[in-house]
């Protein structure tokens, strides 16, 4: 059994910051690729940034530069900074993790940025 419990949503003004958490919990042995997604209410679910094991990241075109995917492994953790947010990053954030089993999916936490 795998967890993913997602902290740190809330409401931010445009502009704010926020910093997303995930703790991976369970039988996760060697977590591979983390992985952020986002999705916002009649969209499609959004890949917004990975990182690897090695602490290799990549970001979707609409975050680059404003957000910044790190991860612990020490706790199986892996975070997301939100910078510069705007209106059109509401959505529900989805964690991710890969490993030699599958893919996990954690419950989302919300995120409501306003005007």
């Known amino acids: 059994q795998v967890r993913l419990v997602e902290s740190g949503g809330g409401l931010v003004q445009a502009g704010g910051s926020l910093r997303l958490s995930c703790v991976a919990s369970?039988?996760?042995?060697?977590?591979?690729?983390m992985d952020w997604y986002r999705q916002a209410p009649g969209n499609e679910r959004e890949w917004v940034a990975s990182?690897?094991?090695?602490?290799?990241?990549n970001y979707g075109d609409s975050v680059k530069g404003r957000f910044t995917i790190s991860r612990d492994n020490s706790k199986n953790t892996v975070y997301l900074e939100m910078n510069s947010l705007k209106p059109e990053d509401t959505a529900v954030y989805y964690c991710?993790?890969?490993?030699?089993?599958?893919?996990?999916w954690g419950q989302g936490t919300q995120v409501t940025v306003s005007s």
């Open positions: 369970g039988s996760i042995f060697n977590i591979n690729d």
């Open positions: 990182i690897t094991r090695a602490g290799s990241t």
């Open positions: 991710s993790i890969r490993n030699v089993l599958g893919t996990y």
